[in-house]
């Protein structure tokens, strides 16, 4: 039997980005703890001027949203030292962690899109596609998320719905984990 971590360990992220000139910025970002308690959740500053879309439909994020919010670097500092020890959840966690600049130990990282279980659950066979969190989490849950029409996402509702995902699965995931396998294939490695 595996030994699992202790909960107080998992902490699940979220970040909304809007469209920029050189690409994409993130602009909000939310984090929760096991139980769902909010532990951070902030807008991040982004130049007006380098904004292409606010990608309010799916952001949530509109014009003046971001007016005296933190910059990148105080909300990314904040981030990083709570993320320092945890074992961090996310839904294309990998998007996440890149748009914070952060790079979080491979052992310590659980991804509810890449979870070979929930993928075949939900028929996503192919590398590159993922499974959408609102619809993981109507079918693993039973939960609708996302039902805000133009308000779009919120960072918080989606780290809860992934953290909730992720619990509904942890001992089979960590036992994975444990036994050396491939989650992303369900192979052992």
Avoid: W
Wanted: contains cysteine; hydrophobic residues 35%; negative net charge.
């Amino acid at each position: 039997m595996t030994t699992l971590p202790d909960l107080d360990r998992y902490l699940a992220i979220d970040c909304e980005m809007v469209g920029c000139k050189s690409g994409q910025a993130l602009a909000k970002v939310g984090i929760v703890n096991h139980e769902g308690s909010v532990k951070l959740e902030s807008f991040v500053y982004v130049n007006p001027g380098n904004v292409t879309d606010y990608r309010t439909s799916s952001s949530g994020i509109k014009a003046g949203d971001l007016e005296g919010a933190p910059i990148f670097e105080d909300i990314t500092a904040k981030v990083k030292d709570l993320l320092k020890g945890k074992i961090v959840v996310g839904h294309t966690l990998f998007n996440d962690l890149n748009a914070i600049g952060h790079r979080h130990p491979y052992e310590d990282f659980r991804d509810t899109a890449l979870y070979y279980p929930l993928r075949k659950k939900l028929g996503v066979n192919r590398e590159g596609d993922y499974p959408s969190l609102k619809r993981l989490s109507k079918v693993i849950l039973g939960v609708d998320i996302q039902q805000n029409g133009d308000a779009g996402h919120d960072p918080i509702e989606d780290a809860r719905a992934t953290m909730s995902i992720f619990l509904s699965v942890r001992e089979e995931y960590e036992s994975s984990l444990a036994k050396d396998e491939d989650v992303v294939s369900g192979i052992p490695a």
